[in-house]
């Protein structure tokens, strides 16, 4: 502690005694002590002195008290124990604190919100527990005919993802795909290559053959996969996934993220075929940037120039 610190200590001292009623005791302590020093005659010399004493030794005791409690070194501990990373690393902690910053921008900015947004809606998109952040992503499409009589193309969408991990211990990378059709359409759904590094995982994929749903009228098809990542904390997935889209039946690919993604770059080219696609982003805070060619054309490139949060993506319209 220097000389500044305890200046500055003893200056909201002073400060603290003249803001609060302390300071009107003080005195009146103070008077009663010197009538017992000043007036050798007054009958009650001795009470006074102690009455004295008692007053300003008390009222200089609770005038530190609080000092130290509301403005002093007490409460920049405790201000440095919330705030602290240790404090906010327990679960019940953070949230507590969480919901109280929620609550408090809330009724400063949009009380209209109180009670509509919640915290939760929010706490979405603060990274949990478990969770994997992809700090490369990136995505081509090729596009050709299967045939282009009944306006049926093929894509061939190859994705390389660098995933990180809080650490080395096991983590689950998890993919879930699926697609409608026409019923009897026998639309193809596969993926081709999947590699963690140069290990090959395409018998961790798991294809469920087209089944009939009932109440939507279409073929449904899924495919999955999950991948156990253990012993770095980044890991370099190639997947290579073929896929049938009719022009005429839901043209579009719609990607929502499930990850942190950090500036994911998406192309497309149809190699002369004449195929367009139209590229939108989904719920994104900013717009992709067009780096290469142009949206809405047979070929192109798109950069979003941040973060993607979960829940935010992107989507293709085929066209002719």
Same mark, same amino acid.
Request: proline share 2%; net charge neutral.
């Given at each position: 502690m220097d000389r500044k610190h305890i200046w500055e200590i003893f200056l909201n001292f002073l400060k603290s005694i003249c803001d609060n009623w302390f300071v009107i005791v003080f005195f009146i302590g103070i008077t009663v002590l010197l009538s017992g020093h000043i007036l050798p005659q007054f009958q009650y010399k001795e009470q006074a002195l102690l009455v004295g004493n008692v007053v300003v030794f008390s009222s200089v005791f609770a005038s530190f008290t609080r000092w130290?409690?509301?403005?002093?070194?007490?409460?920049?501990?405790?201000?440095?124990?919330?705030?602290?990373?240790?404090?906010?690393s327990q679960t019940k902690n953070f949230d507590s604190v969480w919901n109280n910053l929620v609550e408090v921008a809330i009724e400063k900015h949009n009380p209209s919100l109180k009670g509509i947004l919640e915290n939760s809606s929010v706490r979405a998109y603060i990274p949990q527990e478990g969770e994997l952040f992809y700090s490369t992503y990136s995505q081509h499409m090729d596009a050709?005919? @299967?045939?282009e009589g009944k306006r049926l193309v093929k894509i061939t969408e190859t994705t390389k993802? $660098?995933? %990180?991990?809080?650490?080395?211990?096991?983590?689950?990378?998890?993919?879930?795909f699926n697609a409608g059709m026409p019923i009897g359409a026998k639309w193809k759904y596969h993926i081709n290559s999947l590699k963690v590094g140069t290990a090959c995982c395409i018998d961790r994929v798991l294809v469920n053959d087209a089944e009939t749903d009932e109440l939507s009228q279409e073929d449904k098809v899924t495919i999955e996969y999950e991948l156990n990542l253990e012993g770095n904390t980044q890991y370099q997935i190639h997947r290579v996934m073929h896929r049938e889209i009719s022009l005429d039946?839901?043209?579009?690919?719609?990607?929502?993220?499930?990850?942190?993604?950090?500036?994911?770059? @998406?192309?497309?080219?149809?190699?002369?075929?004449?195929?367009?696609?139209?590229?939108?982003? $989904?719920? %994104?805070?900013?717009?992709?940037?067009?780096?290469?060619?142009?949206?809405?054309?047979?070929?192109?490139?798109?950069?979003h120039p941040g973060l993607m949060l979960k829940g935010q993506g992107y989507i293709i319209c085929l066209s002719k």
């Open positions: 130290v409690s509301v403005r002093g070194i007490v409460k920049k501990t405790l201000n440095e124990i919330l705030s602290s990373k240790e404090f906010l050709s005919w @299967v045939d993802i $660098t995933v %990180t991990t809080k650490d080395r211990s096991l983590n689950r990378l998890s993919y879930h039946y839901e043209p579009y690919i719609i990607i929502v993220s499930g990850k942190h993604t950090l500036k994911p770059e @998406v192309s497309f080219a149809s190699n002369g075929t004449g195929i367009k696609a139209a590229f939108n982003s $989904t719920g %994104t805070l900013d717009e992709f940037d067009t780096i290469d060619g142009r949206n809405n054309s047979s070929e192109f490139t798109e950069r």
